[in-house]
């Protein structure tokens, strides 16, 4: 299968650009539900939910539906004029968060709803600078760019004034070798001190990801959360959450943030909004929104409030209910791990297994005494993977280790995730 793939994907390359890296040798013809196929027909179970956005399986049949009947209404329409699914979304969601998220705007991807969420933190508080946590990704676009603290920086020149950097509160090694695996947010009250010591005054947001996923998987736990948010209180900082990952349903509640007592200021939404859609959300206050306005705020793309897309989003909250799907991922995710804590008593490889709901990271190392990351292994477990039938993602970044992203659909059995699991356990043994 792969060889004569990898022959069409070369050929390929001679009118596409290459911009992740190398393309898989897989061409992938057909999805549904838990699975992809090849142009032969053969299954390849995936563990990526794609680009981590088919949240509800690959061509549910509600979206699918919409496909279908897309012709019949309003695809696209001039920026400022409203339709049905735009208005049914924005009360659907409204209706799903605490009152003091209550005013949205949709666009197309996370790095849009990041930059207008930074647009107006901007504007309403006078500041212009953001705090990002280490390994983080907030998107391609030039702002967020800035505050996207993962391996995408080097090579593209100066990033935007005010950009500062706190270390994230990475458990398993410890950012300034402090904590013995559990951590105890030094890193944050350190990170915050040294914040304020590069800053020249003039704050205004801390954008971070309740689970910083392409740094493999570092979940913020509750404590720090509230600390984080008693830090930029403090400061007059305001608080996004970047959610394009973690939201509907994937942590085991519609959205992430429910997870603590804490609210941000303003809450983005991408990737699973739209389940495989390109639909994204960013939601904020009356009173940001009210200031704003006064201000002159504008953020206008080709695309805002398109109807087509938008249709989607109402869809998804009906499918994550009518299925109970953030329970399901719970309940999932808590076997899926439990699963894989079994195989790393297996394997020494596996220096640590961390996430929560189905948001599972796997990281992969040497030996577990020095957690010396096996870059090497890793592509090669991913690769023998692929070649057994299961889709993998890994992660690779300096001081962050080798980590496989495991993030299948909410709508996986059971029996998808034993098979996924002897795939894994099948590979490790045959490259080890």
């Known amino acids: 299968m792969q060889e004569s793939n990898s022959q069409e994907v070369k050929e390929a390359q001679e009118t596409l650009i290459r911009y992740c890296g190398e393309f898989s040798p897989l061409i992938v013809e057909k999805a549904f539900g838990s699975y992809i196929y090849d142009k032969k027909g053969n299954p390849i179970l995936d563990f990526t939910s794609g680009q981590m956005c088919s949240v509800f399986g690959h061509n549910h049949p509600r979206f699918v539906e919409i496909l279908a009947n897309a012709g019949k209404e309003a695809i696209h329409l001039l920026s400022s004029i409203l339709s049905p699914p735009v208005i049914d979304l924005s009360r659907r969601l409204s209706s799903e968060l605490p009152e003091s998220l209550s005013k949205c705007m949709f666009l197309n991807t996370g790095s849009e709803s990041n930059e207008a969420a930074i647009r107006m933190a901007k504007l309403v508080t006078g500041g212009f600078e953001i705090i990002g946590l280490s390994g983080s990704w907030h998107g391609m676009t030039a702002g967020v760019q800035s505050y996207t603290y993962s391996k995408t920086r080097k090579g593209y020149g100066p990033a935007m004034s005010g950009s500062l950097m706190i270390p994230a509160p990475y458990e398993y090694r410890c950012p300034i070798a402090h904590c013995k695996g559990t951590c105890d947010n030094t890193c944050l009250e350190v990170g915050m001190q040294m914040a304020d010591q590069q800053s020249v005054g003039e704050y205004a947001a801390l954008i971070a990801e309740p689970l910083l996923s392409a740094a493999g998987m570092i979940e913020l736990k509750p404590s720090y959360v509230m600390r984080l ?152 477990i991913c690769s023998r993977c692929l070649e057994l039938g299961l889709n993998m993602n890994i992660v690779r970044m300096k001081g962050y280790g080798s980590v496989f992203r495991i993030a299948p659909p909410l709508t996986i059995s059971k029996d998808e995730i034993d098979i996924g699991i002897s795939i894994i356990n099948e590979a490790i043994r045959d490259c080890s």
């Open 229 to 380: 948010k008693e830090l930029c209180d403090e400061r007059g900082l305001l608080l996004i959450f970047d959610e394009a990952q973690t939201a509907l349903g994937r942590l085991g509640k519609t959205f992430a943030f429910e997870n603590y007592d804490v609210a941000p200021d303003f809450l983005t939404l991408s990737k699973t909004l739209g389940g495989g859609m390109p639909l994204a959300a960013m939601v904020t206050s009356k009173e940001i929104e009210e200031e704003c306005h006064e201000k002159g705020f504008a953020y206008i793309t080709s695309h805002v409030s398109d109807p087509f897309c938008a249709s989607f989003g109402v869809v998804a909250f009906e499918i994550l209910h009518e299925q109970e799907l953030a329970k399901a991922a719970m309940e999932r995710g808590a076997y899926l791990k439990e699963q894989l804590l079994k195989i790393q008593e297996e394997h020494e490889c596996i220096g640590d297994v961390r996430g929560k709901g189905l948001l599972i990271g796997v990281e992969i190392v040497k030996d577990r005494e020095t957690k010396v990351p096996d870059d090497k292994l890793g592509q090669q």
